[in-house]
């Protein structure tokens, strides 16, 4: 029973890193439309969205600690941890850069466009490596039964 726990959280953690990343993912068409105050006026709706990163990588370490330890799906919860991590070096690698370039997008360089691109495109492949990450974990614990 205790396992089952442990999977249950696991599968709450990945499904609650996939809330925001899900916004930005369906978000994205309108926003890609936006001239450049408006665009800047709607990031600044994020102020405080990186606390919620502490689900990612929650989500990530119960995932590989699952694997780690033998749970009866461990190659599940081993590609979930992998694929968290991925959408984690995938927001370092692209969007935080974006973040860093425009002081979290409250100043506006002439490359706003091509950032704003950046950003965008980055945090859609982080939504779907975070959904084949949530996918895995169902599987994992629908295949504990």
Same mark, same amino acid.
């Given at each position: 029973?205790? &396992?089952?726990?442990?999977?249950?959280?696991?599968?709450? $953690?990945?499904?609650?890193? =996939? !809330?925001?990343? *899900?916004?930005?993912?369906?978000?994205?068409?309108?926003?890609? *439309?936006?001239?450049?105050?408006?665009?800047?006026?709607?990031? &600044?709706?994020?102020?405080?969205?990186?606390?919620? &990163?502490?689900?990612?990588?929650?989500?990530?370490? $119960? +995932?590989?600690? $699952?694997?780690?330890?033998?749970?009866?799906?461990?190659?599940?919860?081993?590609?979930?941890?992998?694929?968290?991590?991925?959408? =984690?070096?995938?927001?370092?690698?692209?969007?935080?850069?974006? +973040?860093?370039?425009?002081?979290?997008?409250?100043?506006?360089?002439? +490359?706003?466009?091509? $950032?704003?691109?950046?950003?965008?495109?980055?945090?859609?492949? *982080?939504?779907? =490596?975070?959904?084949?990450?949530?996918?895995?974990?169902?599987?994992? !614990?629908?295949?504990?039964?």
């Amino acid at each position: 029973m205790r &396992g089952l726990y442990w999977q249950g959280l696991a599968l709450v $953690l990945t499904a609650l890193a =996939l !809330v925001p990343a *899900g916004a930005h993912l369906f978000e994205m068409a309108h926003k890609l *439309g936006l001239g450049r105050e408006a665009y800047f006026i709607a990031q &600044g709706l994020y102020n405080g969205w990186a606390l919620l &990163g502490t689900f990612m990588i929650a989500a990530m370490i $119960l +995932n590989a600690w $699952l694997a780690w330890r033998g749970a009866s799906s461990r190659a599940w919860h081993g590609a979930a941890a992998l694929l968290l991590a991925a959408a =984690l070096a995938n927001f370092f690698a692209f969007t935080y850069p974006a +973040n860093q370039a425009t002081r979290n997008w409250t100043s506006q360089p002439e +490359n706003w466009e091509l $950032l704003r691109r950046q950003w965008e495109y980055s945090h859609a492949v *982080g939504a779907v =490596l975070v959904f084949a990450a949530l996918c895995a974990v169902v599987v994992a !614990v629908l295949k504990r039964g």
